[in-house]
């Protein structure tokens, strides 16, 4: 997916200064991340939009950890401008909603044309982040135990599983081996 420096800050920013596509979450801090990138004033565009109302995250100003706006970003806002039910409908538009539409013609014309563009090798990759979920790893008892954890009376080791249980636990959940005293 093209990264989202090559694509026209304008459009963009027609997008996401009228407010956010709807309520839903993903859609919220998608606007919210954009309008970030693009360093609009939160503060502005929650004031003059028409859900604040009913929003729940109106005015919140997003952690400089979870503000780093990317691709999938803009095509979830377009995408849930698309969705809108009274485009579906055929109903009236609210007024402005002409120049969003293009714009977000233009930014879907452009993530089109980047999509199909082979990338250039001079270019950086991109690192990759490391997950926010961190997955416990099994010590299966050909690696060393942990020696930073501290054991207390009544703790137990399974002998399969290089991991320590409590007392209150009868067994461990992966391989049923039974404590022993």
């Known amino acids: 997916m093209p990264e989202i420096r090559l694509l026209s800050k304008e459009d963009i920013q027609t997008v996401v200064e009228i407010g956010c596509p709807n309520l839903f979450r993903k859609a919220v801090n998608s606007a919210k991340r954009l309008r970030s990138y693009l360093q609009l004033d939160e503060g502005d565009v929650c004031s003059s939009c028409n859900l604040r109302g009913s929003c729940d ?74 997950s926010h979920q961190k997955r416990k790893s099994l010590n299966f008892v050909d690696d060393k135990p942990p020696t930073d954890v501290e054991m207390k009376r009544g703790d137990w080791m399974c002998p399969k599983l290089v991991d320590n249980f409590k007392p209150g636990n009868i067994s461990t959940s992966l391989c049923s081996k039974l404590w022993e005293p």
């Open 57 to 130: 995250r109106a005015y919140v100003i997003l952690k400089e950890s979870e503000a780093a706006a990317r691709t999938v970003d803009i095509v979830r806002v377009l995408l849930f401008y698309a969705l809108d039910p009274l485009v579906i409908a055929g109903g009236e538009k609210p007024s402005g909603r002409a120049i969003v539409e293009a714009s977000a013609r233009n930014l879907l014309s452009n993530l089109i044309v980047l999509s199909e563009t082979p990338p250039d090798p001079a270019l950086p990759k991109p690192a990759p982040q490391a």
